[in-house]
């Protein structure tokens, strides 16, 4: 059975920072994508960071140079350090690890960011 967790949302003050986790088991195929998506209260879900299975990265202009992605391939672990957290940064974040041809997410853990 795939279970996904994440973990390490709360409440933080504006500038503050928080590190977000994510741990997948149960998958037999090789992860090649993980992605941390986030969705605000009345907004679509939006992509926040990307990490291929090389090493590169992609990340939302809305947060580039404020959050980093990075994973522990050996534990299927990804990670989200968040610095310099803004208001608008609240919302639910989501786990996504994909293997070539599945796709596995996570209950979603809330970043509240008070100003």
């Known amino acids: 059975q795939v279970q996904v967790v994440e973990s390490g949302g709360g409440l933080v003050q504006a500038g503050g920072s928080l590190r977000l986790s994510c741990t997948a088991s149960?998958?037999?195929?090789?992860?090649?994508?993980m992605d941390w998506y986030r969705q605000a209260p009345g907004k679509q879900r939006e992509l926040v960071a990307r990490?291929?299975?090389?090493?590169?990265?992609d990340y939302a202009k809305s947060v580039k140079g404020r959050f980093t992605i990075s994973t522990d391939n050996a534990e299927n672990t990804v990670y989200l350090q968040m610095d310099s957290l803004k208001p608008e940064d609240t919302a639910v974040y989501y786990c996504?690890?994909?293997?070539?041809?599945?796709?596995?997410w996570g209950q979603g853990t809330q970043v509240t960011v008070s100003s």
């Open positions: 996504n690890q994909r293997t070539r041809i599945n796709e596995y």
């Open positions: 990490i291929f299975s090389g090493g590169s990265t």
């Open positions: 149960g998958i037999s195929q090789s992860i090649v994508v």
